[in-house]
């Protein structure tokens, strides 16, 4: 013998996924809104240096698009956002992706670099990418530059006439041995 389901009572156990999904979904989005969404907006809003900046990807990396105004220190700003974001993020991973005010000089000086940055990322040649750098800002007239290695990266900024290029390469884990380059 078989047996007809209940409309209702089908109509009841619809109704009751779809409102449990609903306080699910909802609870989750509360979740990362208050425990990660609103650390990551003070950490943005409370720097000097960020003009504007969008969390651009949650998953599995928070990815958080900032534009900088011109700073002295590219590295100690874009570490120390990336530090204090990871920490409000409960460890979860930050990635810090800047937007500078370049103009196309700075681009052109920027491509006539680069070439010794990705040879040094490549074989750990940062010393000499140093001097190489040096020599090519003075031809440029750069009115400033600065490039520093830490761990995980390479920051460069060059900066001229009010316009000012950040780029932050990563290093290939290769190259991270503290034994090779500089």
Do not use: C, W
Not at 61 to 81: F, P, Y
Not at 109 to 130: C, D, K, P, V
Not at 136 to 153: G, I, M, P, Q, T
């Amino acid at each position: 013998m078989r047996v007809k389901p209940n409309p209702r009572q089908v109509a009841a156990v619809v109704a009751g996924i779809a409102v449990s999904f609903s306080v699910l979904y909802l609870g989750n989005l509360l979740y990362s809104r208050f425990s990660v969404g609103e650390p990551l907006d003070k950490v943005f809003k409370q720097s000097p240096a960020v003009l504007s900046y969008t969390v651009a990807k949650r998953d599995p990396v928070i990815v958080v698009r900032v534009k900088l105004a011109e700073v002295q220190d590219l590295h100690k700003e874009v570490a120390g956002l990336q530090e204090r974001a990871e920490t409000v993020s409960r460890g979860r991973k930050v990635s810090v992706i800047t937007e500078d005010a370049r103009d196309e000089i700075l681009s052109e000086a920027y491509y006539s670099i680069h070439f010794h940055i990705q040879e040094a990322l490549a074989t750990g040649g940062f010393s000499r990418m140093a001097g190489e750098i040096e020599r090519l800002a003075r031809e440029a007239d750069l009115e400033r530059y600065k490039v520093f290695v830490d761990d995980d990266s390479v920051y460069v900024q060059l900066h001229l006439n009010g316009h000012y290029l950040y780029e932050v390469l990563p290093r290939p884990v290769e190259s991270r041995d503290p034994h090779v380059g500089v």
